[in-house]
């Protein structure tokens, strides 16, 4: 079983849409989470990140931790073309920079 | 504009041979990192920098070799025993490897595929 687990997808909205995409992990010392976005032929860049449990919210953009579940999830409000993209969740320890990172979802926003 | 550059973009390698890719940072950053990415597959960690002079072996290091001469360069060698190295190859920096939380700053990658 992987440290991380995130639904490759693609997963296909119209615009204007709400877009959910989550991630699930197994351990229980993970404490910054963080969601990357990566446009093809590119490098990933930061979109957000929280530490520990809670709500970020960031324009369009809402990042939510539930450690009682092990479960993480972006929000993406009114879904734009541009945001077609792979978005990838990634997770750290307390200390140290190591990153895990889920596999990645494609999102494909249609106008 | 301060960032992060690979070269080349793409990258094909013969059998038996060994390619190096380069990775140029002009943030100042004292970690740096390699990853490896495959479709499908999250980023997987093959080496990292923390500081010039140092380096540490990733999750799969096999294969793959660093050096780390200057602050701002960090180049990585596929050798001939890495025996599947078509990938989306990733360098990354920080500005510490400390214990505050620090985003990884990504370059645009190097695609790398056998001949």
């Known amino acids: 079983q992987k440290e991380v687990e995130q639904d490759p997808g693609p997963l296909s909205v119209p615009e204007g849409a709400i877009v959910s995409l989550n991630c699930t992990y197994s351990?229980?010392?993970?404490?910054?989470f963080m969601w990357y976005r990566q446009y093809s032929r590119k490098g990933p860049e930061l979109l957000m990140y929280?530490?520990?449990?809670g709500n970020k919210e960031d324009g369009r953009f809402t990042a939510q931790v539930d450690k009682s579940s092990k479960y993480i999830s972006l929000f993406i409000r009114d879904s734009q073309p541009s945001d077609s993209a792979t978005y990838l969740c990634?997770?750290?320890?307390?200390?140290?920079?190591?990153?895990?990172f889920g596999a990645g979802t494609i999102l494909r926003v249609k106008s | 504009d301060g960032g992060i550059t690979q070269s080349p973009k793409y990258l094909f390698r013969k059998e038996g041979q060994n390619v190096t890719l380069s990775c140029e940072q002009n943030l100042n950053h004292d970690a740096m990192y390699w990853y490896r990415q495959d479709p499908g597959q999250g980023l997987r960690l093959i080496y990292y920098?923390?500081?010039?002079?140092?380096?540490q072996k990733g999750d799969i290091a096999e294969g793959y070799s660093v050096s780390r001469e200057k602050k701002e360069s960090f180049p990585l060698t596929v050798t001939s025993a890495q025996k599947n190295p078509t990938a989306f190859y990733l360098c990354?920096?920080?500005?510490?490897?400390?214990?505050?939380?620090?985003?990884?700053?990504f370059g645009d990658g190097t695609r790398l595929s056998i001949l």
């Open positions: 929280t530490y520990s449990s």
């Open positions: 990634a997770m750290r320890m307390e200390y140290g920079n190591k990153l895990v």
């Open positions: 351990n229980s010392a993970f404490q910054y």
């Open positions: 990354a920096s920080t500005p510490g490897y400390r214990v505050s939380f620090q985003p990884q700053h």
């Open positions: 920098s923390q500081i010039v002079n140092d380096f």
